[in-house]
C-alpha cells in the first residue's frame, strides 16, 4: 500500500502477519493473543499513543478486525469499513478553528456574523465552541485577517459520499446506508483509525482443513509488485501459500466484456443509457444515492471476479474461490447473497503480503509463462479498460462502433457528477464507465507501487501478453455451462 506514513503500513501488516501466524499453528485464542499485543507493545513507555494501554486495546482491535469481526465486541454490523475508536482521537472536534493569526480586533466582524452564538472573545483570541457551531464557514469569510481556518479531517474529506460524521466525543462514525465500502477513508487515516474485515483466518483455515482453495489475482495485480513478477511468479507464490491453483482473473474481464458487449447493442437500439457493472464501490453508490438508475441503467453482467469463481465452481464443483486484489469494495461484493456462485473471500495485496510473511515467503520472479486472458482482458483494471474491451468485443461481432459516446469515471466525484446528469436526463453520452479510484482500479486503495512505478512495470509486462482475441479467447471456456446474469439465471 502506497501512504506517507510506512510506520503505520508496517503496524498493520505486523499484527495481520501475527495473527496469520497462530491461525498457521492453531493457535488463536485469548492466551497467544495477549502475548502478541505484549510483543507489539512491550512497554513501559507509548510510542505513538498517550499511553501503552490506549496502544495495546488498538491492537486488540486490530487482531478482532483480522479475524473478520467487529473491533469491539458485542458490536453488530455488517459494514466491511469500521472504526477503531481508540484509535480516533486525536483530529480536532470543531471543523472551524481560531489561529494566532487572529488579532482580537475591535471590530469583530466574526462573531457579528455568527447566527448561532458559536464565537465568543477568549483571553487572547477569538473562540468557537464546537457544541453550538454549524460549520456554515460565515466567521470565515468575515475575518479580516483569515485567522480562521477549516479543519476538514482526512477521513471525512476522502469520502465521496459523504458518509462519515462525528460523535459528540469527535468519534468518526460511519453512515452505513450511505457507504459505498470505497476504503478511500482508511487509507487518508493518519492514525490508523479505520480499518477493514480481513478474511485471513478464513482462507489459511480453508486450507488447513484440506479443500481446494484456488485464488483468482485481479487484473491490477500486472505491475504492483515490478515488472519481474508476472502472473506466472504469483501463481508460484500461492502454491507455495497452499493454494490449490491460481487463475487470472483477466479471464473474467474477457468474459464480462463479451457479455456486455450484447447488452450494449441492445441499450444502443432502444435508445437506453448504460453503466458499467465492474468496479462493485461504483455499484454500491449506484443502489445507495441512485437506486432508479442502478435498477433502470445499470449493466445486469456479473464483475470479473463473479465470472471466474463462476467457471470454477461449475468446473471444479467444491471449490473455494478467493480473489485477490488492490480493492477493499470487492469484500461487500462478495458478501453480496443475491449474487450466486460468487467469490467465497477476499484479500487485498496487503493482507496477502502478510500472509507471506507469515510463512516467510516473498516474491521471485519465474522462467514459466502463463496468460488465460486476452491484452484487453488484462487491461480491464485502468480506467478506460472496460470500455475498450467492450468495444474491441463488438467490433469483433462485426459491428460498427463509431458514434458510441462514451464517458469514462475514474475518481468518486467523477462518478457522482456523472450519475447526477443521468438522473437529471442530461447525460450526453451512451455509456458511463463507473470507477471509483482514480486510474481505475491499478489506484485502488492497496495499490503497492506509486502511479509511475506501477505504469511503468505494467507497461512491460502487458507487452509480453500475446494478441489472442476475446471471442477466439472464450471458446477454449465452457461459457454455456454457467450464467453471466447478476442473478445467476
Known sequence: MITNDQGLVKLKHKVMEEVCRLAWSDQLDSEHIDEVVFQLIPGPKPEWRCCIYKEREIIRQRVRLAQAKTPTPGQ???????????????????AY?????????????????????AI???????????????????????????????LERP???????????????????????????????????????????????DVIREIKAGKEVIAMCAPATEGQFGEEISMAAMKSVMLKLGFSDMVEVG?????????????????????????????PAFINMLKKHFPEQYENNKSETV?????????????????????????IAKKSEAADESIPDNADYV????????????KDLDYEPVEEEYQEASSWGKKFAGSGGVAKAVLECMKERGEDVHGIKLLRCAGGDECR????????????????????????????????????????????LLAKADDRKVLENLKQYPMDRFSMKRSGD
Open 347 to 358: 484479500l487485498t495485496y496487503g493482507e496477502l503480503h502478510a500472509l507471506m510473511l507469515s
Open 76 to 94: 453488530k454490523s455488517d459494514n466491511i469499513v469500521q472504526v477503531i475508536n481508540p484509535a480516533c482521537d486525536s483530529c480536532p472536534i470543531s
Open 417 to 460: 457528477k456523472a450519475l447526477l446528469l443521468l438522473k437529471a436526463g442530461k447525460l450526453q453520452e451512451d455509456f458511463i464507465e463507473g470507477m471509483i479510484c482514480p486510474g481505475g482500479c491499478i489506484g485502488g486503495p492497496s495499490r503497492h507501487k506509486t502511479e509511475v512505478e506501477l505504469t511503468r512495470a505494467r507497461n512491460v
Open 251 to 279: 479471464l473474467g474481464g474477457d468474459m464480462t466484456a463479451a457479455y456486455e458487449a450484447l447488452e450494449w447493442s441492445d441499450a444502443l437500439r432502444e435508445g437506453r443509457k448504460m453503466t458499467t457493472s465492474c468496479c
Open 155 to 201: 477521513c471525512k474529506k476522502s469520502c465521496p459520499v459523504g458518509a462519515i460524521s462525528y460523535d459528540e466525543n469527535g468519534f468518526c462514525v460511519i453512515d452505513e446506508s450511505k457507504c459505498i465500502q470505497c476504503g478511500h477513508c482508511i487509507h487518508n487515516c493518519p492514525f490508523g483509525a479505520l480499518g477493514s474485515k480481513t478474511y485471513l483466518v
Open 97 to 117: 478553528s481560531v489561529t494566532d493569526n487572529c488579532r482580537f480586533c475591535m471590530g469583530k466582524a466574526c462573531l457579528n456574523s455568527c447566527k448561532f452564538g
Open 120 to 150: 465568543s472573545p477568549g483571553e487572547n483570541r477569538m473562540h468557537i465552541d464546537p457544541s453550538k457551531c454549524k460549520e456554515c464557514g460565515m466567521c470565515a469569510k468575515a475575518c479580516p485577517f483569515e485567522a480562521i481556518v477549516h
Open 303 to 327: 464483475s470479473p471476479m463473479v465470472a471466474v469463481s463462476r467457471y470454477l465452481k461449475t468446473t471444479r464443483p467444491g471449490c473455494v474461490t478467493v480473489f485477490i486484489g488492490p480493492c
